[in-house]
């Protein structure tokens, strides 16, 4: 498995923004597919975006369009979540996550998860 390491998480205003890290172990990341989810308090886990190592494609919530945008650093074996324009509705704990495989469709599954990083946000 994949070893995934989160950073990024604290405390902000509504409105305010943060960027989420997650380091990846695997030095042939390549042909993984790295995803972002989102666990509320009280609420059940949700995914939030993924983007596919090679070529970049991406894939968001319908709730987070416009205002989350993930990328990656193919050198630093490194995913990136932009969080813009935060509300108080996004505070919860960010999981970063991999799929082994290119392939990636709506409910896919992910081998390997991060430990999370919390988000915060104050009204």
């Known amino acids: 498995q994949v070893q995934l390491v989160e950073s990024g998480g604290g405390l902000v205003q509504a409105g305010g923004s943060l960027r989420l890290s997650c380091a990846a172990s695997?030095?042939?990341?390549?042909?993984?597919?790295m995803g972002w989810f989102r666990q509320a308090p009280g609420k059940e886990l949700e995914f939030v975006a993924a983007?596919?190592?090679?070529?970049?494609?991406?894939y968001y919530a319908n709730s987070v369009k416009g205002r989350f945008t993930v990328s990656r650093d193919n050198a630093k074996n490194a995913g990136y979540l932009q969080i813009n324009s935060l509300k108080p509705e996004d505070t919860a704990v960010y999981y970063c996550a991999a799929r082994s495989s290119s392939y990636y469709y709506t409910g896919a599954p992910f081998d390997s998860w991060g430990q999370g990083t919390r988000v915060t946000v104050s009204s």
């Open positions: 983007i596919k190592w090679i070529g970049g494609n991406t």
């Open positions: 695997e030095r042939t990341f390549s042909n993984y597919v």
